[in-house]
């Protein structure tokens, strides 16, 4: 055969075997596209389908840029044991399993050889090895023997999934809340939702012995994550009130307690604390339920300051109006009225809100609203305590304000609502009532979020919201405050006076109503009130829920716990003051220190640095005296004339020395601050170079 014979017979036979290659491709296409197609597609189905991979959820923080809650990622480690060829497996099965037993010690070397050996005896592509596995635990175990080799020679599954993690643990838990499938959300985390959690996107997954494992680990999916949260939170003051509040309630054993902690100007919640126990009050305190916001009754006493206002509001009373409480006791129909405190006679208004009576405001409400008690409501109204606050977290229910119109509405109820009960309020909405007079009759909204924030970008901010301009006139808010500051000096809270920690507030006792069966035996402590007393800065209230015991009175209850709350925040809290230079002339006269004596032209530098004006005198060494918008300088006697020692007592020790030494005497000192004693005396003769020895104090 010829060269090009051959030639041509083998590209017949190649162009032969490439037609038959194209004509069985072609008749499986045609055998699948209409005889199999449809039973393919149907297994195509049950062993692939499209998942959606959520974005990481973003962080929650606190006022101080704390984490209060974040999202960590953690695996499981899965195995392919049918990738791994056995040379391999025999070689390194039993240093694998030692890592993995010295790694995370809940299984001996021997207990995992056999989990892995008996896996790829019965051909698992999917074995579950080990669950939350961190992410160090997890690089390291990327490491190991056969886990080196990656997915496709060595079967190493790691499976990622993200754990939301509170990193001060319990601390806030039930603001901070959480997001669940199977409930209902709850605080900052389910209310922004929708800010807080990342955009879902498809993924590629196939079946492997009855579980779902994605396409491609490695794919990078573009996921967006979540956004970040800011919140008013003040995770220092937190802790501080939180653990305040357990005292209380495990020493009283109560049922539950909760503390709110508000700042006054703006409304932005800086801690609240709910602690609670189970139904037959077993287990530890936890924060099982929010009852700050969700927990709603009767206020008892601090009530009493709604009533007030109202009174004030319509002009029923005022500061000079004198209440007679009898016998500390009065009836309205088959129903009596006693005081706690017996105080027989007549009273100021102020004196009747620092007992705390009864019968004073209870005949006041009725005397000035029993024709028409509809117009009480209508100031409750005005005054917004019938409506919720708004606040910025899921959960708060509806204050319930009886109306004239209701059924249960009976001659008692408006004597019973004056003094806290009839009515129910959530412990937040009467916080927010009592934040209000603090600040002058405009009323804020309680809120918690104050922006989100993606990449330290701020995306949306949350400023404080007014809910009403004027409840009250302003004249109103201040005489409330005057007296709310006697009932801690001289009333029912002066167990928790401090001179150096000025407050106002307004104790509770209530006895619980329970549905149909009406009162029982069982009572609420508790207290609300603002600080400071000059220029409230935070308001606060604190409830104790059924206390067991003899001692159930919000003063002494409730009492401590504000107390503690008050001298943290003003000992750890700066307050911010209004300039010195915003204030008149008069009013920093009578004000400013002037105590101790030095030069003239020094007390002159620093009045006028303040605007004040002083009257000059012919000695250079004074000492400031008041005058009505003016300070007033004394000449010091010129002692050094006539040899005599001269009275530095009071004096700084610059100007002290100065002094004693230009009239030739030397000086020693102990101690810091002003001079508090001198040694000799003042006005003793002295010859040159005599030493005078002086003791130093704030």
Known sequence: MSVKSDILLRLYIVFGTLCLVAFLILAQAFRIQFFEGDKL?????????IDTTQGERGNLYSSNNKLLATSLPFFEIRFD??????????????????????????????????????????????????????????????????????????GFIPKQYDS????????????????????????????????????????????????????????DLDIRNGKDVYTSIDIDMQDKVESYLHETVLAHRAKWGTAVVMEVATGKIKAIANLGLKAKREGPYTERFNY?????????????VVSLLALLEDNKVNENTIVNLGEGKISFYDHEIKDSWYYPGSVTLRKMIEISSNVGISKLVTNAYKNDPQRFIDRLTSMNVTEPTGVDIVGEVKPKVKSPDDKDWSGITLPWMSMGHEVELTPLQMLTFVNAIANDGKMMRPYVVTKVAKDNR???????????????????????RSIMEGVVRQGTAKSIYLAEYPMGAKTGTAEIAMGKRGYQEDYQASIVGFFPVEKPAYSCIVVINEPLGDDYYGGTVAGPVFQKIVTNCLAAKTIQEDPINHYNTKYLVKNISIEGKGYQDDFATIYNSLGIPSVGSSNDWITPIRGNDTMLFRGLNAAEKSKLIPN????????????????????????????????????????RGDVVALELGV
């Open 41 to 49: 597609l149907e297994e195509a189905r049950v062993s692939s389908r």
């Open 81 to 154: 044991t049918k990738v791994v060829s056995d040379s391999l497996f025999k070689a390194s099965i039993d240093s694998l399993a030692f890592h993995l037993a010295s790694e995370f010690k809940d299984r001996s070397q021997e207990e995992y050889r056999t989990l892995i050996a008996d896996g790829r005896k019965n051909g698992k592509r999917y074995l579950l090895i080990k669950k939350n596995v961190n992410y160090n635990e997890k690089k390291r175990a990327e490491k190991w023997p056969i886990f080196r080799l990656g997915r496709y020679k060595g």
């Open 164 to 219: 939301r993690v509170n990193p001060f643990r319990k601390l806030a838990q039930r603001t901070i809340g959480y997001v669940r499938a199977s409930s209902k959300p709850v605080g900052i985390e389910g209310t922004y939702n929708q800010y807080l959690k990342g955009a879902s996107i498809a993924q590629s997954m196939y079946r492997i012995n009855g579980e779902w494992v994605p396409m491609d680990d490695d794919v």
């Open 292 to 304: 700050a916001i969700g927990q709603k009754g009767d206020p008892g006493s601090t009530f009493k």
């Open 458 to 480: 701020v995306l949306e901010k949350f400023e404080p919201q007014v809910i009403k301009n004027k409840i009250c006139s302003k004249e109103n808010a201040q005489l409330v």
């Open 648 to 687: 530095v007592v009071g004096m700084g020790l610059r100007d002290a020395i100065y002094k004693l030494e230009n009239a030739g005497l030397k000086v020693r000192f102990t101690g810091r601050g002003k001079v508090q004693k001198q040694a000799p005396i003042s006005g003793k003769r002295y010859n």
